[in-house]
């Protein structure tokens, strides 16, 4: 069983940087990819980024040059650096993790609560 909490949201105007954590009870790194997914208000989830096992990353569009994602083995925490923020970047983050195939929603086994990043204009 893998616990998954994320930290590291708040307010911050456009153009500014914050960084999000995620922090896993178990073990899962080098073992589950870790996607982070984001939901705007009234909108569904999206893919925002991922690491996978073996550490290779994806990123979406709209985050590209923006966002990076980076890992801790030591403290098993994966973290997203989140610089240039504008205001459609405003979400709930959530981190998860799975070791099936795929990057829906639907593929993921474990859920984090969700972190609030809102970016003024």
Request: charged fraction near 20%; glycine fraction near 10%.
């Amino acid at each position: 069983q893998v616990q998954l909490v994320e930290s590291g949201g708040g307010l911050v105007q456009a153009g500014g940087s914050l960084r999000l954590s995620c922090t896993a009870s178990g073990r899962f790194l080098g073992t589950y990819k870790l996607v982070w997914f984001r939901q705007a208000p009234e909108k569904e989830r999206e893919f925002v980024v991922l690491t996978d096992s073996r550490g290779r990353r994806s990123y979406a569009n709209s985050v590209v040059g923006r966002f990076t994602i980076s890992s801790d083995y030591a403290t098993n925490t994966v973290y997203l650096q989140m610089n240039s923020l504008k205001p459609e970047d405003t979400a709930v983050y959530y981190c998860a993790a799975s070791r099936r195939t795929g990057t829906t929603e639907d593929a993921m086994d474990y859920w984090g609560n969700g972190t609030l990043v809102t970016v003024s204009s």
